[in-house]
């Protein structure tokens, strides 16, 4: 069955880093990119960015650079996505997304609530 | 990369057509036909509608199209069913191995 599995929810502190991960089966892990993709309480879809599984190459846009880092660990056909830095405005569900051809994302993760609170 | 605008709600009679728009720039939209939909119900992943402006993967009915002309993609959702009813999100490849999500857009079945 093609999935992409993510952990479990987490709450943290203020100035914490969490690492979410994402487990994908069913199809060859390194074939395609994996995005990342938040959404915040009641808001819209924010994309974050890439990571390349062959390559483990990686690409974030410029409001996440500096606080994300991407990896993955292609032994368990998992990509993490670690954020430091947390702040209450990051609280929000971060989805994990296969990218597929250039553009589109067909498969999701069940999404990961992470929530920020003192 | 600011998001890509969409009306905030659309809404329609079971039957019916609702369009949806989404406006950004030729940096984006207008550059390239890289243009993607995207369903999402409450408490639930988004779900692939439209790819490459119009395709339509295999699985999503055939009364949901797309379209683009110059900066502005649209959603076209023919003959409304109750289950229609949920936030759409269009997305767009931006350049620089950038992508960038609209604003979304509520539709509900009146």
């Known amino acids: 069955q093609v999935q992409l599995v993510q952990s479990g929810a987490e709450v943290k502190t203020p100035g914490a880093s969490v690492k979410v991960s994402c487990k994908a089966s069913?199809?060859?892990?390194?074939?395609?990119?994996i995005h990342w993709v938040r959404q915040a309480p009641g808001e819209g879809l924010e994309w974050m960015g890439w990571i390349n599984p062959k390559n483990a190459g990686t690409h974030y846009t410029w409001s996440f650079q500096g606080r994300v880092t991407m990896t993955r660990d292609t032994s368990i056909t998992t990509t993490y996505m670690e954020l430091s830095g947390l702040t209450p405005g990051d609280t929000a569900v971060y989805f994990c997304?296969?990218?597929?051809?250039?553009?589109?994302?067909?498969?999701w993760g069940q999404g990961t609530l992470v929530t920020v609170s003192s | 990369q600011p998001a890509l605008t969409q009306p905030p709600s659309a809404s329609g009679p079971p039957g019916q057509s609702v369009t949806i728009s989404c406006t950004g720039t030729s940096s984006d939209v207008g550059g390239y036909n890289y243009v993607s939909w995207y369903q999402q119900h409450p408490g639930k992943a988004p779900k692939l509608m439209i790819y490459?402006?119009?395709k339509r993967p295999s699985g999503v009915p055939g009364r949901f199209s797309g379209s683009k002309s110059g900066n502005t993609a649209s959603l076209t959702v023919s003959g409304l069913q109750a289950e229609d009813e949920a936030d759409y999100y269009c997305c767009s490849y931006a350049g620089s191995y950038n992508y960038v999500f609209g604003t979304g857009t509520k539709v509900t079945v009146l």
């Open positions: 069913g199809y060859t892990f390194t074939d395609n990119y």
């Open positions: 997304a296969r990218g597929d051809g250039s553009s589109w994302f067909p498969l």
């Open positions: 490459e402006v119009s």
